[in-house]
């Protein structure tokens, strides 16, 4: 380990794309930082005299213009080779997230967890964003009945800067799931962590500078207080926020939220719940898998988790049994102490600060109606080692579970020791149920563990506006599921009300809250250029050679080729079905098909005519196009009758080189039109093409 990493030191901060630390008279007041196991001093933070309006003009203009001329899948690649830097060098977060309190399987979820998030935004925006700087968000919409005048939705990078303020118990997952959303829509971001655990959030952001990766100005971090952070921000800036429900509505009433057009999204601690089922009774796959997501979600990461399971819902009557599992599954699974200690299953919380606040809160809901039936004294653990937690220097709290026995009690719904403590409640009906659930104003999830598809249904119906994620937990999936509080990328995390409201991840929709939605209105050939798509009624060419002979590097939007006609005749269709067995009474059956009001007699095959489109196109001879990868946006919208004739146009519609390989995808606009010019059918033909001529 080097020694950046083991000194007691001053916690630097990465502004304006170098390390900075405040000189040691200004530090006289750090905040000194202590392992949560032993105590010891790790850290000396600081952040007097950092200048945050300069890092935030850094950012807005150093980062804007090296980060967003970039291309989506630019960015992608990028967060790929960030997520492989950090993968290089993970085991030294792994040695300094131990000192926080977290175990090794706490820190898998934080430190590959957060690397994952990298992978999958990267792989999402190859593959479901444009080789551009800008985002198409819906369909065109016409808006004349010539087709002169279209109008689309397009979403283009902020101009601002991504402020993104985390909580203390995720100190990599937590940065690295906001910055990639914003990362790839093209905003650079200031990461503000919480000061406890810090030191790993760091490390990260170090292991990144180093990896010479990071564009200039796209990644700055305030290691420390930033108290004056959001009095420089202003329209097109954007904060995301972890933490608590009081500071997230202290932040959304700040003047740059409320009157200069700051984005502002939360995501706050909630009451989220776990619901067990009426079948699910002792012995069933159903009351195991409730028992062991319960004990998992009060024990990992000491329960520090905005998603942990703060309220059991169980049936009438099954306290006990639900109790008594729990305390079997604890006595025989977690064991307590530090977590670099051989066979330790929970660490301590973050700080002692931090253990002090959760005893006080356990407290409060003694206070309120709950009575604690797992766990003793909350305040006295005994570590592996056989010492008293509270004799160790560190900041544990044994896993606690209460039982209330009023279900309306207002401290159940809104109290939360964010700790290793959970409470049961007894429910008599689905109705009641529901009514628990969103007695907690609000949720990021909500699991249920039952067999019964009924009940299922019902509850799920019922709870759905109260929470941002819902886990069903039966048998069937129960090996393969995630587990209640597990967010994913490609999920929305968030929730309403007392959640937050915002949705930081979610796949593409939180890098589009990092983007500007507007309407594009005008004529096609304004719409092709803006947008790299081509829009029917715009400027094409049909100059030879055909499309298919042009490379990637020679193709251009807008290039089409237009066929001879060919005739369909009934022995085309009879053919057809014979030969594919498609026998249908519309292709076959003359009477049949007139008493059907949508064909006026025997009909093509719409598989026919697209096989016929396919042989009026293409151009067989190899050449750059490689493969016909699908069709989008089929639409079959003429009945061909025998004798009618089919013409094909096809246009180059979209081109997407792509970075790493030696071909592109480019869609195809294809229209069907009969003897009247009447509309057949159209879709998108999806092709990938040689970015250069192949050798002869």
């Not at 002979?549 to 251009?556: C, F, G, P, T």
């Not at 246009?651 to 009247?676: M, S």
């Given at each position: 380990?080097?020694?950046?990493?083991?000194?007691?030191?001053?916690?630097?901060?990465?502004?304006?794309?170098?390390w900075w630390e405040p000189?040691?008279?200004?530090?006289?007041?750090?905040?000194?930082?202590?392992?949560?196991?032993?105590?010891?001093?790790?850290?000396?933070?600081?952040?007097?005299?950092?200048?945050?309006?300069?890092?935030?003009?850094?950012?807005?203009?150093?980062?804007?213009?090296?980060?967003?001329?970039?291309?989506?899948?630019?960015?992608?690649?990028?967060?790929?080779?960030?997520?492989?830097?950090?993968?290089?060098?993970?085991?030294?977060?792994?040695?300094?997230?131990?000192?926080?309190?977290?175990?090794?399987?706490?820190?898998?979820?934080?430190?590959?967890?957060?690397?994952?998030?990298?992978?999958?935004?990267?792989?999402?925006?190859?593959?479901?964003?444009?080789?551009?700087?800008?985002?198409?968000?819906?369909?065109?919409?016409?808006?004349?009945?010539?087709?002169?005048?279209?109008?689309?939705?397009?979403?283009?990078?902020?101009?601002?800067?991504?402020?993104?303020?985390?909580?203390?118990?995720?100190?990599?997952?937590?940065?690295?799931?906001?910055?990639?959303?914003?990362?790839?829509?093209?905003?650079?971001?200031?990461?503000?962590?919480?000061?406890?655990?810090?030191?790993?959030?760091?490390?990260?952001?170090?292991?990144?500078?180093?990896?010479?990766?990071?564009?200039?100005?796209?990644?700055?971090?305030?290691?420390?207080?930033?108290?004056?952070?959001?009095?420089?921000?202003?329209?097109?800036?954007?904060?995301?926020?972890?933490?608590?429900?009081?500071?997230?509505?202290?932040?959304?009433?700040?003047?740059?939220?409320?009157?200069?057009?700051?984005?502002?999204?939360?995501?706050?601690?909630?009451?989220?719940?776990?619901?067990?089922?009426?079948?699910?009774?002792?012995?069933?796959?159903?009351?195991?898998?409730?028992?062991?997501?319960?004990?998992?979600?009060?024990?990992?990461?000491?329960?520090?988790?905005?998603?942990?399971?703060?309220?059991?819902?169980?049936p009438t009557g099954m306290?006990?049994?639900?109790?008594?599992?729990?305390?079997?599954?604890?006595?025989?699974?977690?064991?307590?102490?530090?977590?670099?200690?051989?066979?330790?299953?929970?660490?301590?919380?973050?700080?002692?600060?931090?253990?002090?606040?959760?005893?006080?809160?356990?407290?409060?809901?003694?206070?309120?109606?709950?009575?604690?039936?797992?766990?003793?004294?909350?305040?006295?653990?005994?570590?592996?080692?056989?010492?008293?937690?509270?004799?160790?220097?560190?900041?544990?709290?044994?896993?606690?579970?209460?039982?209330?026995?009023?279900?309306?009690?207002?401290?159940?719904?809104?109290?939360?020791?964010?700790?290793?403590?959970?409470?049961?409640?007894?429910?008599?009906?689905?109705?009641?149920?529901?009514?628990?659930?969103?007695?907690?104003?609000?949720?990021?999830?909500?699991?249920?563990?039952?067999?019964?598809?009924?009940?299922?249904?019902?509850?799920?119906?019922?709870?759905?506006?109260?929470?941002?994620?819902?886990?069903?937990?039966?048998?069937?999936?129960?090996?393969?599921?995630?587990?209640?509080?597990?967010?994913?990328?490609?999920?929305?995390?968030?929730?309403?009300?007392?959640?937050?409201?915002?949705?930081?991840?979610?796949?593409?929709?939180?890098?589009?809250?990092?983007?500007?939605?507007?309407?594009?209105?005008g004529s096609p050939t304004?719409?092709?250029?803006?947008?790299?798509?081509?829009?029917?009624?715009?400027?094409?060419?049909?100059?030879?050679?055909?499309?298919?002979?042009?490379?990637?590097?020679?193709?251009?939007?807008?290039?089409?080729?237009?066929?001879?006609?060919?005739?369909?005749?009934?022995?085309?269709?009879?053919?057809?079905?014979?030969?594919?067995?498609?026998?249908?009474?519309?292709?076959?059956?003359?009477?049949?098909?007139?008493?059907?009001?949508?064909?006026?007699?025997?009909?093509?095959?719409?598989?026919?005519?697209?096989?016929?489109?396919?042989?009026?196109?293409?151009?067989?001879?190899?050449?750059?196009?490689?493969?016909?990868?699908?069709?989008?946006?089929?639409?079959?919208?003429?009945?061909?009758?025998?004798?009618?004739?089919?013409?094909?146009?096809?246009?180059?519609?979209?081109?997407?080189?792509?970075?790493?390989?030696?071909?592109?995808?480019?869609?195809?606009?294809?229209?069907?039109?009969?003897?009247?010019?009447?509309?057949?059918?159209?879709?998108?033909?999806?092709?990938?093409?040689?970015?250069?001529?192949?050798?002869?």
């Amino acid at each position: 380990m080097t020694d950046t990493m083991t000194q007691a030191r001053l916690l630097p901060s990465y502004i304006q794309d170098a390390w900075w630390e405040p000189t040691e008279a200004d530090a006289a007041d750090a905040t000194v930082v202590r392992d949560a196991s032993t105590g010891e001093e790790v850290v000396r933070v600081s952040t007097t005299g950092l200048d945050t309006a300069a890092a935030l003009e850094h950012a807005r203009t150093v980062g804007q213009h090296s980060l967003a001329p970039l291309t989506f899948h630019q960015r992608a690649i990028l967060l790929k080779q960030m997520a492989l830097a950090l993968t290089e060098r993970k085991s030294e977060l792994y040695e300094l997230s131990s000192r926080t309190g977290a175990t090794k399987s706490d820190s898998w979820v934080d430190i590959d967890g957060g690397i994952g998030v990298l992978f999958t935004y990267s792989s999402k925006g190859r593959r479901e964003m444009p080789q551009s700087t800008i985002y198409l968000d819906g369909p065109v919409e016409p808006l004349s009945k010539d087709g002169s005048f279209l109008a689309r939705h397009i979403c283009t990078t902020l101009p601002g800067v991504a402020v993104q303020i985390n909580a203390f118990n995720f100190p990599v997952w937590g940065s690295l799931e906001k910055l990639a959303p914003a990362f790839l829509a093209g905003m650079p971001t200031l990461i503000k962590p919480a000061t406890p655990t810090g030191y790993v959030a760091e490390h990260m952001v170090r292991i990144l500078a180093e990896s010479g990766l990071l564009p200039a100005g796209a990644i700055q971090l305030v290691s420390g207080s930033a108290r004056d952070l959001m009095d420089h921000l202003r329209l097109g800036d954007t904060v995301g926020f972890t933490g608590s429900a009081s500071t997230a509505d202290s932040l959304r009433r700040h003047e740059a939220v409320q009157a200069r057009g700051v984005r502002f999204t939360a995501e706050t601690d909630s009451i989220n719940a776990s619901v067990l089922g009426p079948d699910a009774v002792p012995g069933t796959p159903e009351f195991d898998a409730y028992v062991r997501g319960l004990v998992a979600e009060m024990t990992a990461k000491a329960g520090q988790k905005c998603t942990a399971i703060r309220r059991a819902v169980v049936p009438t009557g099954m306290t006990d049994a639900v109790a008594d599992a729990v305390r079997e599954r604890i006595a025989a699974k977690v064991v307590v102490g530090d977590p670099r200690a051989e066979g330790v299953t929970m660490g301590p919380l973050a700080s002692t600060e931090q253990r002090d606040e959760v005893l006080r809160q356990v407290m409060k809901l003694r206070e309120g109606g709950g009575q604690i039936v797992v766990g003793g004294d909350a305040g006295h653990v005994t570590l592996a080692d056989g010492s008293l937690g509270e004799a160790a220097g560190g900041a544990f709290v044994a896993p606690t579970l209460l039982a209330f026995d009023d279900p309306g009690a207002d401290a159940l719904h809104e109290i939360e020791a964010f700790g290793p403590v959970s409470s049961l409640v007894e429910y008599g009906s689905p109705e009641q149920a529901a009514e628990i659930v969103a007695r907690g104003g609000g949720s990021l999830v909500t699991s249920v563990a039952s067999h019964d598809p009924a009940f299922v249904s019902e509850l799920t119906r019922r709870i759905a506006p109260h929470n941002g994620r819902i886990l069903l937990l039966d048998r069937d999936d129960a090996r393969a599921s995630t587990g209640h509080g597990s967010p994913l990328p490609m999920l929305v995390h968030g929730g309403p009300g007392r959640a937050g409201g915002g949705e930081e991840l979610g796949g593409i929709r939180s890098v589009l809250h990092h983007m500007q939605r507007t309407a594009i209105q005008g004529s096609p050939t304004m719409l092709t250029a803006l947008t790299g798509v081509w829009h029917p009624g715009a400027t094409a060419s049909t100059e030879a050679p055909h499309p298919f002979r042009k490379s990637l590097a020679e193709l251009r939007i807008g290039d089409q080729v237009v066929s001879e006609r060919r005739e369909i005749t009934l022995d085309d269709i009879e053919h057809f079905a014979d030969f594919t067995g498609d026998r249908f009474y519309a292709h076959m059956d003359q009477e049949a098909a007139e008493a059907n009001a949508f064909f006026p007699g025997r009909v093509a095959h719409g598989y026919l005519l697209l096989s016929f489109a396919a042989g009026l196109f293409v151009e067989p001879a190899p050449g750059p196009v490689l493969a016909n990868t699908g069709l989008d946006n089929l639409r079959f919208m003429t009945p061909v009758s025998p004798g009618d004739t089919l013409r094909v146009t096809l246009t180059a519609k979209q081109i997407t080189p792509r970075e790493t390989d030696p071909y592109g995808e480019v869609r195809w606009d294809a229209v069907l039109t009969n003897q009247d010019d009447e509309t057949v059918a159209q879709y998108d033909l999806l092709t990938y093409v040689a970015k250069e001529q192949p050798a002869a």
